[in-house]
Every structure is written in structure tokens, then in C-alpha cells.
């Protein structure tokens, strides 16, 4: 080990600063563990671009970047040791080591909190209109756009949980796949009165001022233009930490199973919030994981 590189020990390392991640700093610290938590990126992950937080209990209509704020402040007071750096190697054994070219962090336990990533959208003009009207959850958002006209594009089972769950919200839901509209996936939507399947197709651009006004669309007839006020594009997430591959933790997707006290099948590592399997991804349930997550650590130091 050079001469510049830091050593931290702790008791839980916790892998990702976003909701889930900093909501087990905080009970972990007050479990009174030595608790680091290492983020590459921005603290408070992806509240840093909810611009309405509208279903967060307690946090009405503000932007998400405020809560963010408050549970780093929290964090920070607490004596959490804070990382802002990206960690390239984590390696699984007895103890569990996390290094980069500068830091080595050893910890009795580990809490992955990485978080899910979208893939790129290949539709033109979508990253320009991310909370103007188009949106990678319509659980979160459905209600903003109620007796409108929205277009839900993809061809799997997320898209359609998604555009039925939209159905029962907007006004009407124009769900773009290539899929044909026999495919038994597509088939429950077939059922629903204001859902139109437009199949064989792909959208390839959205367009609008400041907000989604339309979208255009490319099938077997060729272009046309659909007059919607937002769009939800559901191109397969993925969970962020590819390399953890190798302890065959992640399915083919990347996200991990847990079991209820957020464990996963490798003693000593436990995973919270986006990247574990679950059916309902928001913030609430991502700090109720947070949560979990640190008593088990808490009680796995503390047996008998």
C-alpha cells in the first residue's frame, strides 16, 4: 500500500449516498456503529432531480434536492464518515474491502445502495424534457398529468404495469411498442377502454416548447405525430453496480433479492432501496429499507 493511500475501518461500509443509502447512515449511527457511506456522484442520488416531491409523507410539493440536503446535513452531524469518491474494486470475504487508487475502506458489513439507472433513451429530444412531461415513473407522476393524454413506449412487463397503472389515472394512455398486439404481453391492455396499442412501432423524437407536446412516431405505415402531454419511455433499467456480477447477487438486469431484513445471500451484505428487486421503487421506500437495513446490521453485531 502506498504511502498516500487512506485506510478507514469501520463496522458497515454503505455503498451509495442517495435516499436508502443516507437513511441507514443515519440509524446506523445512532445504533452507535462506525459507519462510512461513499457516493461517486452528487449526495442525495436521484431527489437531486425530483423537482415535485408530492409523495413523500410530510414533504408536499418541494423539490427533492431540499430533502436531499436535510438528510446529508443529518448524516454529517452524526460523525458519519463521508466519502465522495468512486469505488472501483469491492472484494467479499471475511471482512469486506472497498478500494480505489486513493482509498481502502474495510468493514465488518455492507449495505449496497446503488440505486437503478434508465438506459440512455434513444428518443430524441428526451433527456431535454426530464420532468417537463416526460417521466421514467408513472407511478410518481400519473397524477400530474391527470385527464390528460399521455404515451407510454416499450415492449415489457414494466412498460405495461406502468400504462395500466396510468389508465386508471390520465384521460388516455397511446402505448407505443414493436411488439404486435397479439403478443401475449401487450395482451391485458388490449381490455382497457382508454388504452389504444399502437404496435409495430418505435417513437423516435418527442417535441414541445417548454413542456412534451408531442411525440413522433415511426411504424410499418411510416411517420406520424401524436399530441400527448407526456411521455414515458420504459427502455429496461438496470441496476448500477455491474461489477458485483462475479457473487452472483444481481439477476440478468442487475438488481438484487433480498429477503425482509434487506440481506442477501452473502453474509454481511445487504442491499437497499432501487437496485433490489421489489415492486414499487419511490423514496418512502427506499428510506423504509434504509432503515431495515441498519437494525439488521445493528443485531448481526450484537448476537447473543
Not at 246 to 270: E, L, S
Request: glycine share 8%.
Amino acid at each position: 500500500m502506498g504511502d498516500n493511500m487512506a485506510e478507514i475501518k469501520c463496522d458497515v461500509a454503505i455503498l451509495g449516498g442517495g435516499p436508502a443509502g443516507l437513511t441507514a447512515a443515519i440509524y446506523c449511527a445512532r445504533y452507535n456503529l462506525n459507519t462510512v457511506i461513499i457516493e461517486k456522484d452528487q449526495w442525495g442520488g436521484k431527489l437531486n432531480i425530483i423537482h415535485d416531491l408530492v409523495n413523500y409523507p410530510g414533504f408536499n410539493a418541494h423539490d427533492g434536492s431540499l430533502l436531499a440536503t436535510t438528510m446529508v446535513q443529518q448524516v454529517n452531524d452524526l460523525g458519519v464518515t463521508m466519502i465522495n469518491e468512486s469505488m472501483d474494486d469491492v472484494e467479499i470475504n471475511e471482512t469486506i474491502i472497498l478500494r480505489n487508487g486513493s482509498t481502502t475502506v474495510i468493514a465488518d458489513d455492507l449495505i449496497l445502495a446503488c440505486g437503478s439507472k434508465p438506459v440512455r433513451s434513444s428518443i430524441e429530444n428526451a433527456s431535454k424534457f426530464i420532468g417537463h412531461g416526460v417521466s421514467f415513473c408513472a407511478t410518481c407522476d400519473a397524477m400530474f398529468f391527470k385527464g390528460k393524454h399521455v404515451a407510454v413506449y416499450g415492449d415489457n412487463a414494466l412498460a405495461v404495469k406502468e400504462a395500466t397503472h396510468l389508465s386508471h389515472i390520465v384521460e388516455h394512455v397511446s402505448f407505443v411498442t414493436p411488439l404486435d398486439h397479439n403478443d401475449p404481453m401487450v395482451d391485458g391492455l388490449n381490455h382497457l377502454d382508454n388504452v389504444t396499442l399502437i404496435d409495430h412501432g418505435k417513437i423516435i423524437a418527442v417535441h414541445g416548447m417548454d413542456h412534451v407536446e408531442s411525440v413522433e412516431i415511426k411504424t410499418t405505415n411510416g411517420l406520424t405525430t401524436l399530441n400527448v402531454s407526456a411521455l414515458f419511455p420504459y427502455e429496461q433499467a438496470e441496476g448500477s453496480l455491474q461489477f458485483l456480477k462475479v457473487y452472483g447477487i444481481q439477476n440478468a438486469n442487475g438488481f438484487i433479492t433480498v429477503d425482509d431484513k434487506m440481506a442477501t445471500y452473502i453474509p454481511h451484505v445487504y442491499a437497499i432501496g432501487d437496485i433490489v428487486v421489489k415492486p414499487l421503487r419511490q423514496v418512502v421506500t427506499a428510506t423504509h429499507d434504509g432503515a431495515i437495513a441498519a437494525l439488521s446490521v445493528f443485531e448481526s453485531h450484537h448476537k447473543g
